[in-house]
């Protein structure tokens, strides 16, 4: 999980390294190629910093969820394996 906090000190503190908080280095050395996109791409970033985060966090949450369900499911599938052995014997 990404820190809103902690992804705007890294863009005022380090030059705009939230980009590379969030992952997307791409993203992060075009960022310092073109200097902020000489300061559009700065102003910009300030409001959508907030968002940029959520997005992230969202696609781990879907991922978790993703994975909690597959448990579920195999946790199930064992069970009525179980079940079946036992009504088998």
């Not at 050395?29 to 791409?41: A, K, N, P, S």
């Not at 597959?70 to 052995?85: F, L």
Request: proline share 1%.
């Amino acid at each position: 999980m990404k820190s809103t906090g902690t992804a705007y000190l890294l863009f005022f503190l380090l030059f705009g390294t939230h980009y590379a908080y969030l992952g997307k280095w791409g993203w992060q050395f075009l960022f310092w190629i073109t200097l902020g996109g000489l300061g559009i791409w700065d102003f910009i970033d300030i409001f959508t910093i907030p968002s940029k985060v959520n997005g992230h966090n969202a696609k781990i949450f879907m991922q978790i969820e993703e994975i909690e369900k597959r448990e579920r499911n195999d946790e199930q599938a064992r069970q009525m394996a179980m079940i079946s052995a036992v009504k088998g014997n």
